[in-house]
């Protein structure tokens, strides 16, 4: 068990460009989670998936963000015509099994817009 | 809809002090309470949880937090700080059925002075 990992974890980029981030959680997870936290405030969700299947997503993923899970493990995150209010760290956990479980997080990728 | 709140933005005490983090809830039904600890370049690390039960949760690194339903608060509490809890704190509220996707509060950030 090497703990959730996520890549990179610094992004610099221009507004307008792509970007794409990487999480792989922990091995056998079925559960994983992606969470935006700006400066000063705590994580709000984006999406989760349990397998590959994406089973919720917030308000605050618009259109320009995607999320995938092909094979149940490990997760991208895209975010097209990035825009300085995308300036964030991104987090991404896992947990195991059904109903209320621990949720592991990894470090985060942090995403500056210029 | 499920919302935490915690009060103080910054906490500063001296190592060896006790020290009480506030949280406060608001959710209809009986909820699922996390305390988190953040520490610099470091993911979020559950801390502890309340799910039901005892209303007294002992967690790691020497916390523990009580549940009261009259108060709707869920406080993190230590006996004596040590330097290295220096770290952001938050505190959290998990909604029941489907997903448990928790509710985060903005944090306390903790201050540790020798």
């Known amino acids: 068990d090497t703990g959730v990992s996520q890549d990179p974890r610094h992004k610099i980029t221009k507004r307008g460009q792509n970007v794409t981030f990487r999480c792989d959680p922990i091995s056998e997870h079925n559960r994983l989670y992606w969470y935006r936290q700006t400066l000063g405030q705590g994580p709000e969700f984006l999406t989760y998936?349990?397998?590959?299947?994406?089973?919720?997503k917030s308000r605050l993923l618009s259109d320009r963000f995607s999320a995938e899970r092909p094979k149940g493990s490990f997760s991208t995150l895209e975010i097209q015509r990035t825009e300085q209010g995308d300036s964030a760290m991104y987090l991404c956990?896992?947990?195991?099994?059904?109903?209320?479980?621990?949720?592991?997080f990894g470090p985060g990728t942090r995403l500056t817009v210029l | 809809a499920q919302s935490v709140t915690q009060p103080d933005i910054h906490i500063t005490v001296s190592e060896g002090a006790s020290l009480e983090l506030r949280c406060n809830y608001s959710?209809?039904?009986?909820?699922?309470l996390f305390w988190y600890v953040q520490s610099p370049g470091q993911g979020l690390q559950l801390l502890l949880k309340y799910f039901s039960g005892d209303t007294l949760v002992q967690g790691i690194k020497g916390f523990e937090a009580e549940f009261k339903r009259s108060q709707s608060s869920f406080n993190l509490r230590k006996p004596s700080v040590h330097w290295s809890d220096a770290a952001e704190y938050f505190c959290?509220?998990?909604?029941?059925?489907?997903?448990?996707?928790?509710?985060f509060g903005r944090g306390t950030s903790l201050i540790v002075h020798p």
């Open positions: 956990a896992s947990s195991l099994g059904l109903g209320i479980k621990e949720q592991f």
């Open positions: 959710y209809g039904a009986t909820p699922y």
């Open positions: 959290a509220v998990g909604r029941s059925g489907g997903s448990y996707i928790p509710t």
């Open positions: 998936f349990q397998n590959e299947a994406q089973l919720e």
